[in-house]
């Protein structure tokens, strides 16, 4: 046991149970996984991923660049930092060689979402941090303060004194005010991960793994999305190793996380300490370590000063060259310029890089400070703060300064920038987890790489969970010595979000199963369900695709059998489908008239009150984007109708025109999809219903012709009926707001019992519309499809000035009689039914070897029960050309014969419009 | 499959100054104008070319893109370039003397909707009457070759079945441009780095020198390939052209044992995904909607993609993200690319991939490289040309490609 009285704010006095690698330990509340460990002398812990070499715990949180290990129990979890696991009891881990083992069972444990504003959003509740907030929060501004540790206080070990205080005491003391303020919200446990322009930062809150068991109803972890009016970045510094030869050897740590180690866990990490270090804040870790009772070595290559900081440890000015190590590869001994010293811990410190990656997300540029030897933040970016460490400020007088706002006078630098030492390149490694080395970066430059990114890709360096956090100004440093030039001309890599690794599902939340994507359902949807109805997805629409009856042999028809058996009853008597789910738009203004003349390429503005009229819109490439009915409601007023998948696209389409083009035009759109249910009554008995309906209504066709709508009541309910058909039949359109729509629907189905009314679903809807050669916008068009293809020139104005889509029909390719144009398509073997997405070939016997010239494709197909046989709807180049021609369907390996008719296939007079 | 990466080569390239005037000038050192440069030199024999690079070489899209290479395209116009691009590819790692780890482990093309069902059909149909390699496959067929897809149908948008082309697959991207890279700088073609164009001079139809951050360099002829920044490069020249540019997005998990044997990709639970060599899970999606000029996007693409990730693996819940960055495509309004002539008799044009462009790399260098060699569009690219907006032969992919635009 490392583990010394005196030292740490574990909870000694309860014991937890743990396994590492099928052995059993036993650790404290407050402790990590790494803590722990080491407290049993556990050094080895994971193995390095392309030389198999043992790695141990470099440093003491995120920044560790060796100690991944894979959680078992409660939850398999990859590549997690052991000194990042909080210790609970049942914990079970195991070492791992770099890669991660994703878990074969389900994750059930919930993840969820919440938004914070603030005025002032502090990053980091170190010294600086903390003050920063105070600052804030007595200012009066609304606070949010992030610190990704369980505990505040940052670097604070509790040897210092703020204030002539004990440092922890002035932490809680500031916790205590801040948590007073209403208006302040402290998220400990939360790493603010990345920030994104105009004070929008993401933020991961740790919420159970710290206890045992879990609490049920609590999210595991939560994604903050915080907008702040100001950023104050005070996350610190990352210490950074000096590159000595086989550096990477278990025991090998950097200098404060040894501290770190000490004060917060009271865990002495090793017993014979060498220090190593050109900054004067090792001068505390040897001196801590020291007082703990370690035999301490401090070796710099600094010339020997009086000021520095005094402790139980030997000093002298000298070099670590290399480590060796015992039977278990771990660190035995240094080799150092004086000669070889016995060890069982190295703690190296070449200075420190200030963690500015929230600053760099948002491009705030980094400069090089040559007397630190790092990267820190620049020109000051409009609503973002740098302040304490993360500035470059590593003195606590300084960082307190800069949390109130002031600027310190800098100190005087005494450091030495030392990025590495003589020795061999190969075995000097750079990036630990990696297996990457000086002698990489070598081959690199020699290989003619000129630039930091270059270096990183073909070495690796920087590429692993760390990110480069403590190698990546290495790199840019070494690269520079290597190439002779500064290494302000190379600069960094680019710090890219998320600063630590977040699981997948964390940032997924909630939105996974159903929740994936919002279910939609229309007032019918319980009448649908009991009904027995097969759904389809739509959108996200779950729209009713057949309502299969039960079957002979005791199951339920198949959906062949139920959409012939519903095409037969709407075309013989009568039939109701749920439409709700089409677009709805109520288009407003004195110019709406004007602007759907723009959006239509037929003209709209002519249309009367009380008639409805059929349109199609077209893209800037005149090709068809969408169609459907307009109602004119009132001189200011139309009705669109919009396919079920047009209505967010189309209400996008209309409001980009509107305005980004046509400001000027005085009209108002809004979406009444859901406000409106709309059941389309159809076929030969749908005046008897629909009359019966609306007694006071005269249903007769010279009194409510064909393309006409009017308003009436049933049982003081207001009911607008249409006469539109989507299958040739006489048929009416009932629309009535979504909360009566359960009763009228029910009423007309008791209406309609007499009559036979049979309930449809869509499958039946599309068979129905494709023997009348009605295209569904998306199913028999692509985007490449012109209203002159579809066969539908009657609906494209020639005298309007301008719409959109008109200048592109008179483009050459537009007027090409070879163009895909939409017709019919018999099997010759009228039992035949052809896939959906067939290609079309010219006649053969025999299918030619590749490439197949190919003529269209096959869009819709169904069986027809007024037909008697199959069908399909096909776009074909030069189709209307070829009426009457035989062509060939290579479907699996067999080649169908078919023939090219019209796309109008049944009651191509129109009869049967108005019963 | 997880294995450590091979070695580089000793020597990759030079750093030579810019001469004062070269025969073909490519602008835009990335995987296209590197391509380009490489089969100048070994298709045509032509070696006194200069390839500009604003940044380091192959740094924008060919260091940002998911590595993915399938040509399983539906029309017949895209169909042949991809189809000559992945021939290309097959035999690269031989051209290059490079390992590039390309990998044909198949693409499987979710279908979630009646819809993508008979897209799907429409484009496997199309591929094979093309001589391209294309199945059709039931959702159980789907999970014998990726077992870690949901197939089950208690998801939002259960998997209808999918397309599968077997010979798609990915390889390391940075490889492949340094393999390209490598190949002309031996062939003594000068890639000259931190070189941005700034300006052209011309003389009627004629650019006459190429004005760059570090001096005119006069030109034979010159290649755009910008990517993203074309536009930029157009309006220097006053050529319109329909571009727009758009961030996209990828992202990286950390290293994992093997778990995903092929690549799967899917529009209306909207991610692609595959597991690199190394381990790691690289993934995509769309592009983000405003258009710029930054190398970063918004963070709700990156979540919405997280939760299409675990919908459709759920195994994924506990992957982590590692490294999100963006890229910049350069989108036209047919999302198919721009190739051929400008209004300037001796300036090419080679943009508008959008999210096409890594997988095209061998395709597009070699066409390119025929083009300028024969001063008219080589027969792949002819269908692309820059006039199919004004004459209406559109090609219009979205219907087919990967990601809506």
């Known amino acids: 046991m490392t583990r010394v009285d005196g030292y740490g704010r574990v909870d000694r006095t309860r014991t937890l149970r743990f396994t590492f690698d099928g052995v059993s330990y036993t650790g ?44 078992e129990e409660p939850f398999p979890e990859p590549m997690l930092l052991a000194t990042t696991i909080e210790l609970v009891d049942g914990l079970v881990a195991s070492s791992i060689g770099g890669r991660g083992r994703l878990a074969e069972v389900p994750d059930t444990a919930r993840y969820d979402r919440r938004y914070a504003h603030c005025e002032t959003l502090v990053v980091g509740a170190g010294p600086a941090g903390l003050l920063a907030a105070r600052t804030a929060a007595r200012r009066g501004d609304r606070v949010v303060l992030v610190d990704d540790r369980p505990a505040a206080g940052g670097s604070l070990t509790g040897t210092e004194r703020i204030c002539g205080r004990d440092a922890l005491d002035f932490v809680a003391d500031t916790l205590a005010e801040l948590r007073a303020h209403p208006d302040v919200r402290i998220l400990l446990r939360t790493t603010a991960f990345g920030h994104y322009d105009d004070g929008f930062v993401l933020a991961l809150e740790r919420r159970t793994d710290h206890l045992a068991p879990a609490p049920q109803g609590l999210s595991r972890q939560r994604v903050w999305r915080i907008r702040a009016g100001h950023v104050v970045v005070a996350t610190g510094a990352h210490e950074r190793p000096i590159v000595v030869a086989d550096n990477d050897r278990p025991g090998i740590m950097l200098a404060a996380s040894a501290r770190d180690l000490l004060h917060r866990y009271g865990v002495l990490a090793g017993r014979r300490v060498v220090v190593f270090t050109s900054d004067d804040a090792a001068y505390d870790a040897a001196a801590d370590l020291a007082g703990a009772g370690a035999e301490v070595t401090l070796l710099d290559p600094r010339p020997v000063r009086g000021d520095s900081r005094s402790g139980d440890y030997r000093r002298s000015r000298g070099l670590v060259l290399g480590t060796g190590a015992g039977p278990d590869g771990a660190i035995s001994h240094v080799f150092t310029d004086q000669g070889e010293l016995p060890c069982d811990l190295l703690l190296l410190s070449g200075g420190w890089n200030p963690t500015s990656h929230l600053f760099s997300h948002v491009r705030g540029a ?324 629909v009359g019966a309906l609306a007694p006071h ?36 359109e009932v629309s009535v707001d979504g909360w009566h729509a359960p009763a009228l629907w029910r009423r007309l189905i008791a209406l309609g019992e007499p009559y036979g009314i049979t309930p449809y679903g869509t499958e039946t809807m599309h068979v ?148 | 499959m997880a294995e450590n990466l091979p070695e580089h080569p000793d020597f990759l390239w030079r750093t030579p100054e810019p001469r004062r005037s070269y025969d073909v000038v490519v602008v835009g050192g990335g995987g296209h104008g590197l391509a380009t440069a490489h089969y100048l030199a070994k298709n045509h024999g032509i070696t006194n070319v200069a390839v500009l690079e604003k940044g380091w070489l192959a740094g924008g899209n060919m260091a940002r893109n998911t590595t993915l290479i399938r040509s399983n395209y539906l029309w017949d116009e895209s169909a042949a370039i991809y189809e000559h691009a992945l021939k290309l590819w097959e035999g690269l790692e031989e051209d290059l003397g490079y390992p590039i780890l390309f990998s044909q482990r198949g693409v499987l093309n979710l279908a979630h909707t009646e819809q993508d069902v008979r897209d799907s059909v429409r484009r496997v149909e199309a591929n094979r009457l093309n001589g391209i390699d294309a199945e059709w496959l039931s959702p159980d067929e789907v999970a014998k070759i990726c077992p870690i897809v949901n197939v089950s149908g208690d998801i939002r948008y259960p998997v209808h079945g999918a397309t599968y082309q077997p010979r ?44 760059t951050t570090r001096g005119d360099i006069a030109c034979g002829t010159v290649a755009l390939c910008a990517a993203g920044h074309t536009s930029v490069l157009l309006d220097m020249l006053g050529v319109p052209a329909p571009l727009q540019s758009h961030p996209l997005q990828a992202l990286v998990s950390e290293l994992l044992e093997p778990v995903h044997p092929t690549i799967v990709m899917s529009n ?138």
């Open chain 1, 697 to 732: 209504v005269d249903v007769s066709a010279a009194a409510f012709p064909f393309m006409t709508w009017q308003d009436t009541e049933v049982d003081g309910v207001p009911v607008r009926l249409a006469r539109i058909s989507f299958s040739g039949e006489l048929a009416w």
């Open chain 2, 268 to 405: 209306a639970v909207h991610v692609y995904v595959s597991q690199a060599h190394k381990g790691e899970l690289v993934m995509g999606a769309g592009v983000d909607s405003y258009n710029g000029y930054g190398q970063r996007g918004a963070f709700h693409i990156i979540e919405r993609q997280m939760a299409a990730a675990v919908e459709l693996f759920p195994m994924f819940a506990r992957a982590h993200l590692l490294r999100t960055w963006g890229g910049i495509v350069d989108v036209t309004p047919d999302a198919s690319p721009i190739v051929g002539h400008t209004p300037y008799a001796n300036v090419y044009l080679n943009s508008g991939w959008g999210t096409g462009g890594f997988k095209a790399t061998p395709g597009i260098g070699w066409c390119l490289a025929d083009t300028v060699a024969h001063g008219r569009p080589h027969p792949y690219v002819a269908p692309f040309a820059l006039d199919r907006f004004t004459t209406g032969a559109l090609v219009d992919e979205h219907g087919a490609a990967a990601v809506a635009h």
């Open chain 1, 366 to 689: 980094l400069r090089y400070d040559a007397e630190l030897g790092a990267f820190r933040p620049g020109e000051a970016l409009a609503g973002v703060t740098v302040v304490g460490a993360a500035n470059g400020t590593f003195d606590l007088a300084g960082c307190l300064a800069e949390g109130r706002g002031e600027t310190p006078e800098p100190l005087p630098r005494t450091n030495l920038v030392l990025w590495r030492t003589d020795g061999d390149p190969a075995r000097q490694y750079v990036d630990l987890q990696r297996d990457s080395t000086v002698a990489d970066i070598a081959r690199a430059t020699g290989a003619g790489l000129r630039s930091v990114e270059h270096v990183k890709r073909y070495t690796t360096i920087g590429t692993a969970h760390d990110q480069g956090k403590t190698s990546g100004v290495l790199a840019s440093a070494i690269t520079a010595e290597l190439l002779g030039v500064p290494i302000e001309s190379l600069g960094t890599t680019t710090f890219r979000p998320p600063y630590t690794p977040i699981a997948f599902a964390a940032l997924a939340g909630r939105e996974r199963g159903q929740l994936f994507d919002p279910v939609r359902t229309t007032a019918l949807h319980a009448w649908h369900v009991a009904r027995g109805a097969v759904f389809e997805d739509v959108g996200q629409w779950k729209r009713a695709r057949y309502y299969p009856l039960p079957g002979e042999a005791g199951g339920t028809e198949d959906m062949d059998t139920a959409v012939l058996r519903e095409c037969a009853a709407v075309r013989r008597d009568v039939g109701i489908l749920d439409g709700s789910t089409l677009g709805k738009i109520e288009v407003r203004g004195p110019d709406a008239g004007a602007f759907l003349d723009m959006i239509y390429t037929n003209l709209m503005s002519s249309l009367r009150p009380g008639r409805v009229r059929y349109g199609v819109m077209c893209g800037l490439d005149g090709m068809v984007i969408d169609d459907g009915t307009v109602l004119r409601l009132d001189d200011e007023g139309f009705l669109v109708y919009t396919t079920t998948g047009g209505a967010a696209p189309i209400l996008d389409h209309m409001e980009e025109w509107l305005q980004t083009e046509w400001p000027h035009l005085r009209v108002t759109l809004t979406s009444v999809t859901e406000q409106w249910a709309t059941f389309p009554v159809v076929g030969p008995r749908s005046r008897d219903v």
């Open chain 2, 168 to 211: 798609a697959g990915i390889a390391k991207h940075d490889y492949v441009a340094w393999g390209f890279a490598r190949r002309a700088d031996e062939a003594g073609i000068d890639l000259i780095q931190d070189c941005e164009v700034v300006g052209f001079e011309t003389d009627g139809d004629l650019v006459t020198r190429v004005r």
């Open chain 1, 768 to 915: 129905l519309r494709a023997e009348k050669g009605y295209p569904i916008i998306g199913q028999d068009t692509d985007g490449t499809v012109s209203p002159q293809d579809l066969g539908m020139s009657w609906a494209v104005s020639t005298k309007k000035v301008d719409f959109i889509g008109k200048r592109s029909f008179a483009r050459a390719e537009n007027r090409n009689p070879l163009r895909k144009q939409l017709v019919g398509l018999l099997p010759l073997d009228p039992t035949v039914k052809l896939p959906e997405g067939s290609q079309i070939i010219e006649q053969t016997a025999e299918l030619p070897p590749p490439p197949v010239p190919m003529l269209g494709h096959v869009t819709s197909s169904y069986r027809s029960a007024a037909l008697g046989r199959t069908f399909a709807l096909a776009l074909v180049k030069g189709g209307h050309a070829r009426i009457g021609e035989r062509l060939t369907v290579p479907v699996g390996g067999d080649l169908v014969p078919v023939e090219v008719t019209g796309s109008v296939l049944v009651d191509p007079e129109g009869t049967r419009r108005d019963g």
């Open chain 1, 28 to 71: 404290h509340p407050g402790d990590t996984l790494a803590s722990a460990l080491l407290a049993h002398g556990v050094r080895t812990i994971a193995r390095s991923v392309k030389q198999d070499r043992p790695r141990g715990v470099t440093a003491v949180w995120s920044e560790d660049p060796t100690g991944l290990v894979q959680v």
